[in-house]
């Protein structure tokens, strides 16, 4: 069972191999071939990385070798195009290129949300006011700085998405999605 679990969590990088340049494999598994320098880079990558052992070594190349024929194994059954599979990689695409899209953004706008003291001595005052706080300034104001500038970062996203929906041209047929018109034109 563990070894099962430890080709499961092992990255896959069939991928980045080389087919049929024979010669400068250092693993060649049927028509899969792995360099050297790949085999070195998902080796360090791996959790067997960490301890660089001829016994690390050993069970990580045994590892790779089984999942590269658990692999080709499954594409020869077909199951490459199983449209499980297909959903499952499209999904996953999705939300991997939605975190970095909004990391990209998150990044662009961080710098650009300079909060003054000033900003951070009114919500201070206005804390006091509602009974919300009954701390110092001092002990306060790194942590109201960062709630504005949170606050401040979530209004430009929605500025941002916004934005994204005012250029977009969105309809959705009432008919078929009861309810979903938000920001899109009614059908």
């Known amino acids: 069972m563990k070894k099962i679990i430890l080709i499961l969590t092992m990255p896959i990088f069939l991928i980045g191999c080389s087919c049929g340049e024979s010669g400068n494999a250092a693993i060649k598994i049927n028509n899969y071939e792995i360099s050297g320098a790949e085999f070195e880079k998902e080796f360090k990558d791996s959790s067997f990385g960490s301890f ?10 045994d590892n790779l070798v089984d999942r590269i024929l658990i692999l ?35 990044g662009e ?16 005052q206005l804390m006091l006011k509602e009974g ?25 996203m929605g500025d941002w998405l916004g934005q994204l929906h005012e250029n977009a041209d969105i309809q959705v047929n009432k008919d078929l999605i009861p309810g ?5 034109d009614e059908k």
């Open 180 to 184: 979903g018109n938000r920001g899109a």
């Open 52 to 61: 660089d052992t001829p016994e690390s070594r050993k069970e990580f190349l």
């Open 72 to 106: 080709q194994d499954a594409q020869k059954n077909g199951l490459d195009n199983d449209p499980r599979f297909l959903k499952m990689v499209e999904r996953f695409w999705t939300q991997s290129l939605l975190k970095l899209a909004l990391e990209k953004k998150a």
């Open 132 to 156: 919300k706080t009954a701390k110092p300034y001092k002990e306060m104001y790194q942590q109201i700085k960062q709630d504005i500038a949170r606050l401040n970062e979530s209004r430009i």
């Open 109 to 124: 706008i961080s710098g650009d949300l300079p909060v003054s003291d000033r900003e951070v001595e009114e919500a201070y």
